[in-house]
């Protein structure tokens, strides 16, 4: 855009001025559960395995796998649980907006099963953890489950969103804006 089309650019209140960006960070985490079977008959009802810990959209997370569903949910669902883990006990994070997707992949590696959750808050001294019941329940399912892989492996990716707003120099908004 012209700055004559701008005329406030030309004032001279317009050298000063805070810029904020706002923006959507993506980060992809995988869990690989080698021995699926064993697991599902010995998890009981509300029994977890969690990920590792792992840095998705700029933040630390960790992701809460219930093979049999999570205690508040229909016994045999399964549970997927993610959770804000920056400096969780120490209180000095801020919360993260962020929305994810949950996907069963099959043995080619493409989602089988997928469910994303709406966009929400999640903060270290609140709501840290959004549950998401995957939309597998019955044995009918489990069976279909179980038929993705022939090794016995589940594989379950996380595609995680973090939308953020972060304040930006003047210099990298002035650069921004020659380089559009």
């Not at 962020?98 to 493409?110: F, I, P």
């Not at 090794?151 to 650069?175: F, P």
Request: aromatic share 10%; proline share 2%.
């Amino acid at each position: 855009m012209s700055s004559s089309s701008e005329p406030w650019r030309l004032s001279n209140a317009w050298r000063s001025f805070t810029a904020f960006r706002a923006r959507e960070v993506t980060g992809t985490h995988h869990l690989v559960i080698d021995g699926y079977s064993v697991l599902d008959r010995a998890a009981r009802h509300g029994e977890s395995i969690e990920s590792a810990r792992f840095r998705a959209g700029g933040r630390s997370w960790k992701l809460f796998f219930y093979p049999n569903g999570h205690r508040d949910t229909e016994d045999g669902s399964v549970t997927v649980l993610l959770r804000l883990q920056d400096n969780r006990f120490l209180g000095t994070a801020d919360d993260a907006t962020a929305t994810y997707r949950v996907s069963v992949l099959d043995r080619d590696g493409n989602p089988a099963f997928s469910h994303t959750t709406a966009l929400r808050r999640y903060s270290i001294g609140g709501t840290s953890g959004i549950w998401l019941n995957v939309p597998v329940t019955g044995e009918e399912k489990k069976a279909a489950l179980m038929r993705l892989r022939e090794d016995d492996k589940l594989v379950v990716r996380l595609d995680v969103t973090v939308h953020r707003c972060e304040r930006e120099s003047g210099i990298k908004w002035y650069l921004r804006q020659l380089l559009d």
